[in-house]
């Protein structure tokens, strides 16, 4: 087993739960790693890892670093080349190995959920959550649309996909609820909410990625009306459990720690 100490880097960084669930998860696998949060803006990644001890050796990372890490001169996995975010950061040797989590995270999350497929897509803003959701909802015959306040991130948001058929429209545009079996929001916390009184005749699955504020009322709207969700702390969970089994270099029981670490997580909130 590698042997790590970690922390999540970001700002704002104090609402970040990923403290609690990964030293969860250390505890159930018997690690004696010690993870915490640490403040970085934007802009100072590159000299926050200059000065870095050797034994804070892996790191998980969040808004606004994710594209920031991909531009850094490490190597980096493809899949996070295509979709330009990263989250996790690992030493190996005397240089720095870049991946990205938040792809198998979604796709866990939704596995867990249900065994359906989805043909029909809305996704929620247009940042590097967008293209995580993009690569991970990528399917032959899908048709995939997406939601940005930013015409410029269009090109990026294109080539996340593989296979699937991507349109962009605008996030004031109105929105054909009914057309949709899987809805994922990646917008800021707010963008969303304005969108709650155009819903009308929607059935899909949404998947909220944000977890901060709890309820969003995104969420809310789609609970109140009995429709399925899946909410942001399982996609929390999801990536972290992937980033637990690079950090230490073995596989990991993904049933096992999950409940844990959701458990954990909630009663934080």
Not at 132 to 149: C, E, K, L, M
Not at 203 to 214: I, T
Request: no cysteine.
């Amino acid at each position: 087993m590698r042997v790590f100490n970690g922390a999540v880097l970001g700002s704002p960084i104090s609402h970040s739960l990923s403290p609690v669930i990964h030293q969860v998860a250390y505890e159930s696998l018997g690690i004696s790693a010690k993870y915490t949060a640490i403040e970085v803006r934007s802009g100072k990644l590159a000299e926050f890892l200059k000065s870095t001890p050797p034994e804070l050796n892996s790191f998980s990372l969040t808004m606004p670093l994710k594209e920031e890490l991909v531009d850094l001169d490490f190597p980096t996995s493809e899949l996070a080349k295509r979709i330009r975010s990263a989250n996790t950061l690992i030493k190996v040797g005397e240089s720095w190995k870049v991946d990205s989590t938040d792809v198998v995270g979604f796709q866990q999350s939704v596995s867990a959920k249900t065994n359906a497929t989805f043909q029909n897509i809305l996704i929620l803003g247009g940042g590097a959550t967008a293209r995580a959701a993009i690569a991970a909802f990528d399917s032959v015959g899908a048709q995939i649309d997406i939601a940005s306040r930013s015409e410029h991130r269009k090109e990026s948001l294109i080539k996340a996909s593989l296979f699937a058929q991507i349109s962009v429209i605008g996030f004031d545009e109105q929105i054909d609820w009914p057309k949709y079996d899987l809805v994922v929001n990646t917008s800021p916390a707010g963008a969303a909410d304005k969108l709650v009184t155009t819903i009308a005749g929607a059935s899909a699955l949404l998947f909220e990625s944000l977890y901060h504020p709890w309820p969003t009322a995104l969420m809310s709207f789609w609970r109140n009306v009995g429709l399925e969700s899946i909410d942001g702390l399982d996609l929390l969970v999801h990536q972290a459990i992937s980033q637990i089994s690079i950090f230490a270099g073995v596989p990991v029981k993904r049933s096992q720690l999950a409940p844990l670490m959701r458990e954990a997580a909630l009663k934080r909130i």
